[in-house]
């Protein structure tokens, strides 16, 4: 897509989306995620946040990409894949690392608070 592209398919997504997309009040232990329901429908959904495995890091996102895949999901659903959130490409802040987790994946040590890309 190129930018004339993007800033038309912008606005069209986000008049999908049910519910305020505006940030709430956080709830914890909650995760609020905007799910593609039907093809061009996304739905504001909250999630309990599961416990995480001593491997496990969880991040809050707070950006995620969209890629051309979800484009496609998004017009169409093409691969079956809805119900789905979309946007695998994201950033955030860790806010809990699992016992055994040390160092990112280039060895480089990690903590709690720690910025990363996903």
Known sequence: MDERQIADFVPKVLSTV????????EKPGM?????LTAPRRFEVKEFPIPEIGDDD???KVEGAGVCGTDVYEWK?????YIPLVLGHE?????????????????????QVGDKLVT
């Open 18 to 25: 049910q519910g305020s997309p505006a940030a709430p009040e």
């Open 31 to 35: 995760a609020r995620v905007a799910m």
């Open 76 to 80: 169409s659903d093409p691969f079956g």
């Open 57 to 59: 890091i969880l991040v």
């Open 90 to 110: 994201g950033t955030g802040e860790i806010v809990r690392l699992g016992k055994n987790v040390k160092c990112d994946t280039q060895g480089r040590p990690i």
